[in-house]
């Protein structure tokens, strides 16, 4: 009897439904490819039309960003468009996650769905234009001369732990986006700003020594780093594989706390 008693406690039922959110990984994956079904449906190409769209915007700005920078488009290219692959995902977790418990509002409210199924969902689902826009980068990386090496096999770890990283970061900005509706354009504008002072369109070769400290410190430099490295077939620096492993596991843990401390009032606040 006490054990139902506590059971029954908030806190309890948020931690049974966040890890039960996460053991039920094939509800989110056949949701989050069901969406992408859905997307591109009676299309001719279908998801391709994602690798085309992103081959397309990778050559028009690599030929004009080569030319401004003075760097040599066969080496700048792949440059760009792996980073702009990851930057891409990493932008529209964070520009979107803000809403994904709004928009899923009379789902939640009528079935008895693990809450950390819809995030999941909406990141897995992002994952996959991910992997449809990589297929586009790795391409032009072999095309232009490049070659996969053993490097590239770190992907094999970077990858997940960009995926895991980010679906604790969505469910946060989630718990908070249900509260408080000003988070998304908030999310907007700092993503803006920081795409610009990230080295995506750039390289931290291409500015001031004076200047390279902000790189260092910057968050997304890092994160970028880890998965655009083994793209290029190179290792990322020892550095930014910490700060990858640490966000990380900064963001599980916080991720868990703020669900399960808040998890019961967000029916509420929709």
């Known amino acids: 009897m006490s054990f139902q008693k506590n059971f029954k406690h908030p806190f309890l039922l948020a931690h049974h439904d966040f890890f039960k959110g996460i053991r039920s990984w094939s509800l989110w994956f056949g949701l989050g490819i069901h969406d992408i079904r859905i997307r591109y449906k009676r299309t001719l190409l279908g998801p391709l039309w994602i690798t085309a769209s992103q081959a397309a915007t990778f050559i028009c700005m690599g030929m004009l960003f080569s030319a401004v920078l003075k760097n040599d488009v066969t080496d700048y290219l792949p440059y ?32 008895r769905i693990p809450l950390v199924v ?49 679906s604790s970061a969505a469910l946060i900005v989630a718990v908070v986006g249900a509260r408080f509706r000003d988070i998304a354009p908030v999310i907007g504008i700092v993503m803006q700003l920081t795409f610009f002072m990230t ?13 390279k400290w902000w ?14 490295a083994p793209m290029l077939g190179t290792m990322p620096a020892p550095l930014s594989v910490e700060v990858l492993l640490f966000g990380t596991l900064v963001l599980v843990a916080l991720a868990y706390v703020m669900f399960c401390s808040f998890r019961h009032r967000i029916a509420y606040w929709l």
Request: aromatic content about 12%.
């Open 118 to 166: 819809h995030v999941l969902r909406f990141v897995f689902r992002h994952l996959l234009v991910f992997f449809h826009n990589f297929a586009a980068a790795v391409a032009a990386f072999l095309i232009l001369g490049g070659h996969l090496t053993a490097a590239s096999s770190f992907l094999l770890v970077s990858v997940p732990l960009l995926f895991i990283m980010m």
């Open 199 to 211: 080295p995506i369109m750039w390289r931290t070769s291409d500015i001031p020594n004076a200047s």
């Open 215 to 228: 790189v260092t410190i910057n968050p997304w430099h890092h994160v970028i780093e880890v998965v655009r």
């Open 80 to 111: 760009l468009a792996a980073g702009m692959v990851i930057w891409s995902f990493v932008s529209a977790v964070a520009n979107e996650s803000a809403q994904i418990f709004t928009s899923a509002h009379h789902v939640i409210t009528s079935l």
